[in-house]
C-alpha cells in the first residue's frame, strides 16, 4: 500500500502547522447560498439524487456514470432498473423531487447544517475517490482541505475494554496534537474514546454518522458530538431526519475508511463493524492497522485476524505514525518526579493494588494523592477502580 511522506510535526516550514494553515475550506453549501447567488445546477440535482427513497451506493454510482444528472432525474423511466419504486414513482410527479430538494435545503438552513455536493471544492478530496462516494455530505461544523493529508480513522468495539479504550484515546490524542485529523464513527466504546482523545490533544475530530446529523447516536454522545463540532465536523450521507437503521451503519463505514489514509483497529470481536470498514480501507487502497490482544480475549478476535492477514502490527501513535510515514514529536525524556504519575501510563489502566506496588505509597497515601492529582484532571478514574494519568 502507498506510504505518505507528509510530517505531522508542526515546525515553521511545515504545511500542517495549525495556527497559520489549519484555514477551514470556504464552504458554499447548498444550504446557504449567498442573497442572490444560485447554486450549481450539478450540486442541486446531486442533492435531489440523495434525496430518493430507497436508493443504494452503487445505484448512484451508476446513474452518475451515465451522464449529467439533470437528464437522469427529467427522463427516469430510462433509467428504471436502477431506481426504487418509490424513487421512480417520486420523479414522474412534476416538480415533487425539486419541492423536496428545497425544502431539505430550508431545514438545513434553518438548523445551521451546511451540505456539499461533491462536485464543489469542500468536499473531502479523499472520499471523492472512494468507489461509490455519496452525492453529498450534510455537515455540521466545517470541512478542511488538509483533511486529504492527516486523516487517521480509529475504530473497534462498542464493548471495549477498559484498557482499550485507554489505548484509544491515548493513541488518538498524541496523533492529533501532531496534527492528525481523528475520523470515527461516534458510536459506544472505541470510537467514542478516539474522538475524546482528539479532543484531549488540542486537535481535530471527524464523526460520521449513520443517521441524520440532527439525529445523534447513540443519544448519550449528543454533548460530545457538540464539542466535536464545535473544532472539526459530523457529518453524514443521510438527509436530516434519517433514523439509525442497522443497514445504516456499514454503509457510513465506507466513508470513514474512505476519509483517512489509514484505519486502526483498536478491539474488535470476530464478527464487527470494525472489521467491515479494515476491509473496505484496503479496497481502497489504504494502510489497515491493528492492535494485538490477548488470544483469550473475544474483543481481539477480530484484530489479531487482521494482523494474520497483513494488517501492520501497531501498539501506538509512534507505530501508527511509522506506518503512514509520519512524524511525532520527541518523547519528553525528563522523568515524571510524582511517584503516582511516574507508575501511571496514559494507554493501560492499573488497578489500586498495581499501582500501590509500583508507586511504593501505603493505601491511604495513594488514595490521598489520587484524589489531588483527579481534580487537577491529571489523572482519570475508569469503572471497576483502574486509573490513568491524562496528560
Given at each position: 500500500m502507498s506510504r505518505a511522506r507528509d510530517t505531522l510535526c508542526p515546525d515553521a516550514d511545515s504545511p500542517l502547522d495549525l495556527d497559520r494553515r489549519g484555514v477551514a475550506h470556504t464552504m458554499r453549501p447548498l444550504s446557504a447560498a449567498p442573497e442572490g447567488e444560485r447554486r450549481p445546477p450539478a450540486a442541486l440535482d446531486l442533492l435531489t439524487l440523495a434525496l430518493l427513497p430507497r436508493l443504494a451506493p452503487p445505484a448512484v454510482r451508476k446513474l452518475c456514470d451515465r451522464g449529467p444528472i439533470a437528464d437522469v432525474l427529467a427522463d427516469p423511466d430510462a433509467h428504471a432498473h436502477l431506481l426504487s419504486a418509490e424513487a421512480l414513482a417520486l420523479l414522474r410527479r412534476a416538480g415533487e423531487a425539486e419541492r423536496r430538494t428545497d425544502e431539505e435545503r430550508r431545514r438545513a438552513a434553518a438548523l445551521g447544517v451546511q451540505i456539499v455536493a461533491r462536485d464543489e471544492p469542500a468536499f473531502p478530496a479523499l472520499v471523492k475517490e472512494i468507489f461509490d462516494p455519496p452525492p453529498v455530505l450534510w455537515v455540521r461544523g466545517r470541512l478542511q482541505a488538509e483533511d486529504a493529508e492527516r486523516g487517521v480513522a480509529i475504530v473497534g468495539a462498542r464493548a471495549a475494554t477498559p484498557a482499550g479504550r485507554s489505548l484509544a484515546r491515548a493513541m488518538s490524542s498524541d496523533l492529533a496534537a501532531a496534527g492528525a485529523t481523528i475520523v470515527s464513527g461516534l458510536a459506544r466504546g472505541i470510537d467514542?474514546?478516539?474522538?475524546?482523545?482528539?479532543?484531549?490533544?488540542?486537535?481535530?475530530?471527524?464523526?460520521?454518522?449513520?443517521?441524520?446529523?440532527?439525529?445523534?447516536?447513540?443519544?448519550?454522545?449528543?454533548?460530545?458530538?457538540?464539542?466535536?463540532?464545535?473544532?472539526?465536523?459530523?457529518?453524514?450521507e443521510f438527509p436530516l431526519g434519517t433514523p439509525p437503521l442497522p443497514h445504516h451503519f456499514p454503509q457510513r463505514n465506507r466513508i470513514i475508511a474512505g476519509w483517512s489514509r489509514g484505519v486502526v483497529v483498536v478491539e474488535a470481536a470476530a464478527r464487527s463493524g470494525a472489521l467491515n470498514t479494515a476491509r473496505t480501507a484496503a479496497d481502497e487502497n489504504r494502510d489497515v492497522m491493528a492492535v494485538p490482544g490477548h488470544p483469550s480475549q473475544p474483543a481481539c478476535e477480530g484484530t489479531n485476524q487482521l494482523l494474520r492477514d497483513g494488517a501492520a502490527f501497531v501498539r501506538d501513535a509512534r507505530d501508527v505514525a511509522a506506518e503512514l510515514g509520519f512524524e511525532l514529536p520527541a518523547e519528553n525524556a525528563q522523568a515524571v518526579a510524582d511517584p503516582v504519575l511516574g507508575a501511571l501510563r496514559r494507554d493501560a489502566p492499573l488497578s489500586l493494588e498495581d499501582l500501590r506496588a509500583r508507586s511504593g505509597l501505603e493505601t491511604p497515601d495513594l488514595l490521598a494523592r489520587l484524589s489531588q492529582l483527579e481534580l487537577r484532571d491529571a489523572v482519570r478514574r475508569l469503572p471497576g477502580a483502574l486509573f490513568v494519568r491524562h496528560h
Open positions: 467514542t474514546a478516539a474522538h475524546l482523545g482528539a479532543l484531549d490533544g488540542g486537535g481535530r475530530t471527524v464523526a460520521v454518522l449513520g443517521c441524520g446529523v440532527d439525529r445523534i447516536y447513540p443519544p448519550e454522545n449528543a454533548a460530545l458530538a457538540g464539542r466535536i463540532e464545535a473544532t472539526g465536523a459530523v457529518v453524514s
